[in-house]
């Protein structure tokens, strides 16, 4: 997969090969780590227009290294290494580039198509009942190689999938720990915990209209030890909840197919953006922003072939 970044340049974010054998399946290359359960789904296959703010924050991005996946019909269990989150490709936030990087994702699907059925968020009339819950853990250690940033994270998130005739429901939680490490003396400095909440949802009212309704936060930092500057010119001791309200709705233009839909939805963000670890960028619609609020509404026709 080879895509332009918003300065127009071009790069490969994905590139990887599938070895598959029975129920296993290895892969090696550039590729995405199964962590969070939004950033597995096409943008196609959303309700939004783009992915949630607890998504910007926690999304792994793409990163070199290995996967190994055990795949059944209704469980699966990946176990991935590599150089850390967001290191090949990342549309928002930076990369966090380790000495090693480590992810496990497990997850089990209720109902009749198994977890075939949870690979988009549209769920049209007629769709089975199922329920699949997932979980994953990251951690990652950096600063004893060139390059690697001097930091360990961890990162752990459970999320719950509901759909059904017409409707579909995600929720997931996503907590993470940021401890950063002088190299000079190998003391610990500080500590960064924050935690994001996501529930999305939609329903069909018609064939081929859709309305779909999200909330989103992501919480604080709490910092202990001597704290990193949250922003230029912003105090560190002044950190902030950022919340997300979201309603929309989708025509299909095609009668019974998803390829081609006119989108429209309204966010409404909460919170100081400077005191919080959601990122500012023009891709997410969210601007460098210490007054409380901001909003926008956007109107976007897609099609794929």
Known sequence: RI???????????????????????????????????????????????????VENVYGPGSSKGVMLTYLRKRFSLNLGYSDGLRTGFSEIRSPARADFAVTLRAQ??????????????IARRGTPFGIRLGGSMHYQDGGRSQGTTDVKIALGTIDLSVRGNGWSLLFSVTT???????????????????????????????????????????????????????????????PSNFQSFGVGLTYFVVPGHDNVKLSTDFQYFLGRE?????????????????????FFWRLQISAAF
């Open 3 to 53: 895509g332009v970044v918003s300065g127009g340049d071009f790069s490969f974010q994905r590139a990887f090969i599938d070895l598959k054998w029975k129920y296993l399946r290895l892969r090696a290359g550039l590729f995405m780590n199964e962590l969070i359960a939004e950033s597995l789904i096409n943008p196609n296959d959303h309700l939004f227009n783009d992915y949630s703010i």
């Open 108 to 121: 089990y699907a209720w109902g009749e198509r198994g977890l075939s059925g949870f690979n988009r968020l």
């Open 176 to 238: 993470g720990q940021d401890g950063r490490v002088d190299a000079a003396d190998s003391v610990q400095t500080f500590e960064v915990v924050t935690a994001g909440l996501s529930v999305m949802g939609g329903y069909f009212v018609l064939d081929n209209l859709q309305i779909f309704a999200q909330y989103g936060v992501v919480t604080k930092p709490t910092i202990q030890g001597e704290p990193p500057p949250m922003a230029p010119g912003v105090p560190a001791d002044e």
């Open 274 to 294: 400077t005191g919080s670890p959601v990122p500012a960028s023009s891709l997410n619609n969210i601007q460098p922003n210490d007054d409380g609020s901001q």
